[in-house]
């Protein structure tokens, strides 16, 4: 452990057949192992801290129709919204009192300038009601270099964009191949924001029809080489009406998207593994316990963050949209408040030793050491 130093921040410290034999099929006791040493190594950058950033889903209209997503632009089913100002701010307010010191706001792909102006704008109001003392990140897809520059100086400091998958041409499988849906333009997106400053954030999904062990490892490799400060990595699960989903069902010959008590179990697994291997690569980055593990597992996140994991995301969207913003089948906390999901949080986070650091921004080591 001594060896997983500061200065593999820059260098990879597994080879990649240590890699693959992280990610891969193993006796219980051997993924036990990488499990704890993941936690060992979160522990000793950031000793039981988990941090908070709070999701605020202003809006669920999206102009990309990714093959997997609930809320792709030809999806049927979702009722689409757009959270007012004033709405928002108020979200904002209500997270600031209760000391969240990171504030996440995501929505679809939208991408034209007045989406831009209408988050800058927000971005600036917001700044005055809280001060510095917050962290605002956003989640707004693929814009321009101009585009990324004006919410920085509108007072953006994180911005998340996951690439995916590291394997341009599983990306080509899972998007429409319409001129709009580009895996390099994305590449150069994430490269931008780090030369512009912005703490960024990428990600992957896990289990993506199509995707091998390989890929995965080149995920991992992906995430080094571009200097990431913070990954977010979830499973992929299956969404009613989606194109992706049909080659899931296809892939295994079946029928119905119902996820089996197998399939969760084996879903879970392969996405802690993974994240406690990247934790390995990356001692010093922050890593997200996503929503989507609680979707597998009631646990599942709190099982991420005893692996590796030392962030958590609530949701704040107000309880009227977030049926609406159904990525995938059975998201957790659709019935919740944002009052409840933060109590619940606390104690998850307790029940396994660990502090939910409210009111601390949660830049990640790897950040602030640049
Ligand atoms: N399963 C899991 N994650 C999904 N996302 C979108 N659709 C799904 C799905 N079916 C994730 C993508 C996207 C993020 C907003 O949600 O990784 O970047
Ligand atoms: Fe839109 Fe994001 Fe869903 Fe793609 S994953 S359709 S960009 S919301």
């Known amino acids: 452990l001594g060896a997983l130093s500061r200065q593999f921040s820059t260098q990879m410290p597994l080879s990649r057949s240590e890699i693959l034999k992280c990610i891969g099929d193993k006796p219980i006791s051997e ?3 990488l499990f704890e040493r993941a936690n060992d190594v979160t522990k000793s950058v950031y000793g039981n801290k988990v941090f908070l950033r709070g999701i605020i889903e202003f809006s669920n209209h999206c102009a990309k ?5 609930g809320i792709r632009r030809d999806h049927p089913d979702p009722e689409r919204y757009e959270m007012s100002q004033d709405d928002i701010l108020e979200t904002i307010k209500w997270a600031h009192e209760k000391r969240y010191a990171g504030i996440l706001l995501q929505s679809g792909e939208v991408g034209t300038q007045d989406r831009v102006d209408f988050v800058a704008d927000t971005l600036k109001k917001a700044r005055k009601l809280t001060g510095d003392k917050v962290r605002y990140i956003l989640s707004l897809g693929e814009l321009t270099d101009d585009q990324y520059y004006q919410l920085l100086q509108a007072g953006a400091d994180r911005y998340l964009l996951r690439m995916e998958t590291s394997n341009p041409a599983l990306y080509a499988k899972l998007h429409p191949q319409d001129g709009h849906h580009d ?22 999904m896990t289990g993506l029809p199509g ?6 490892a080149d995920d991992i490799e992906m995430f080094n080489e571009l200097g990431i400060d913070m990954i977010g990595l979830g499973p992929y699960i299956p969404q009613v009406k989606t194109p992706t989903a049909d080659a899931w069902m296809a892939e295994r010959g079946r029928d119905s998207i119902e996820l089996t008590a197998d399939d969760k179990a084996k879903m879970l697994l392969d996405t802690i593994r993974m994240l406690a291997t990247i934790r390995l690569c990356n001692p010093d980055v922050n890593i997200a316990a996503t929503t989507a593990l609680q979707a597998l597992k009631d646990d599942g996140r709190e099982w ?21 913003y159904q990525l995938y089948q059975n998201k957790p906390c659709i019935d919740d408040s944002a009052s409840e999901c933060m109590g619940c949080m606390d104690r998850r986070v307790r029940s396994i030793g660990k502090t939910l650091c409210f009111g601390e921004l949660g830049d990640p080591k790897h950040f ?3």
């Open 65 to 69: 129709n990714c093959n997997y997503c």
């Open 368 to 370: 602030t050491d640049r």
């Open 31 to 33: 993924d036990k192992a």
């Open 211 to 216: 995707q091998t062990k390989d890929d995965l």
């Open 183 to 204: 895996w390099l333009k994305r590449l150069n997106c994430v490269k931008s924001l780090v030369g512009m400053g912005y703490q960024v954030a990428t990600g992957v």
């Open 304 to 324: 991420a963050l005893e692996s590796g994991a030392n962030v958590v995301m609530p949701i704040l969207t107000p309880k009227t949209f977030r049926a609406e």
